[in-house]
Nanobody, 121 residues
Framework: QVQLQESGGGSVQSGGSLKLSCAAS?????MAWFRQAPGKEREGVAV???????NYTDSVKGRFSISQDISSYVAYLQMNSLKPDDTAVYYC??????????????????WGQGTQVTVSS
């Protein structure tokens, strides 16, 4: 069982930046950020594995950056050039045992409680 705790959400204007943090209670194969906007399905945003490999959904490439502090089991999501379409509840998650699962959104068994990100135009 892994517990996850997100922080860093908030409200910003379009073009602004926010940095999310996710603290895990133990070692994980990979950590990912997902988001869910009102009336929309949850989507994967970014993932990083224990070797530093990363993957991003197309809509955030060049704007978002995922990183981690392996020693303290913390993952970060730096979000720049935010747009109103980025407004959502952001969740961190973990659980996959292989990079293929990490990258394709499978096997995420443990989830944080979510943090709201609101971008106004």
């Amino acid at each position: 069982q892994v517990q996850l705790q997100e922080s860093g959400g908030g409200s910003v204007q379009s073009g602004g930046s926010l940095k999310l943090s996710c603290a895990a209670s133990g070692d994980t194969r990979c950590m990912a950020w997902f988001r869910q906007a009102p009336g929309k399905e949850r989507e994967g945003v970014a993932v990083i594995d224990m070797n530093g490999r990363t993957n991003y959904t197309d809509s955030v490439k060049g704007r978002f950056s995922i990183s981690q502090d392996i020693s303290s089991y913390v993952a970060y999501l730096q979000m720049n050039s935010l747009k109103p379409d980025d407004t959502a509840v952001y969740y961190c998650a973990t659980g996959p045992r292989e990079w293929y699962e990490c990258r394709t959104g499978q096997g995420y068994r443990f989830w944080g409680q979510g943090t709201q990100v609101t971008v106004s135009s």
